[in-house]
Nanobody
């Protein structure tokens, strides 16, 4: 069982920055892939960034150059740095963990609201 707790969301003006955190209850090096998803009102949930056990990262085209995923293995925490925020980034951002056994875990989500 993996518990994920997100934090760092909030209300920010367009052009600002936020850093989201996802704290895991297990050693994140045991998790194959950790990712950040977002879901805006009326839209499907989408993957915005992911980081593999080996440290490889990938990003949705819509966020490349503005979002950075990273991790602190000692703190079992994955971060999502969001720069140059745009109103269309407004969404609930959720952390996702996929251990090697094929299970999937989700955090409760954190709201990001960007005002124009």
């Amino acid at each position: 069982q993996v518990q994920l707790v997100e934090s760092g969301g909030g209300l920010v003006q367009a052009g600002g920055s936020l850093r989201l955190s996802c704290a895991a209850s297990v050693n994140i090096l045991s998790i194959s892939v950790m990712g950040w998803y977002r879901q805006a009102p009326g839209k499907q949930r989408e993957l915005v960034a992911a980081i593999t056990q080996g440290g490889r990262t990938n990003y949705a085209d819509s966020v490349k150059g503005r979002f950075t995923i990273s991790r602190d293995n000692a703190k079992n925490t994955v971060y999502l740095q969001i720069d140059n925020l745009k109103p269309e980034d407004t969404a609930v951002y959720s952390c996702n963990a996929r251990p090697l056994d094929g299970s999937v875990y989700w955090g409760q989500g954190t709201q990001v609201t960007v005002s124009s």
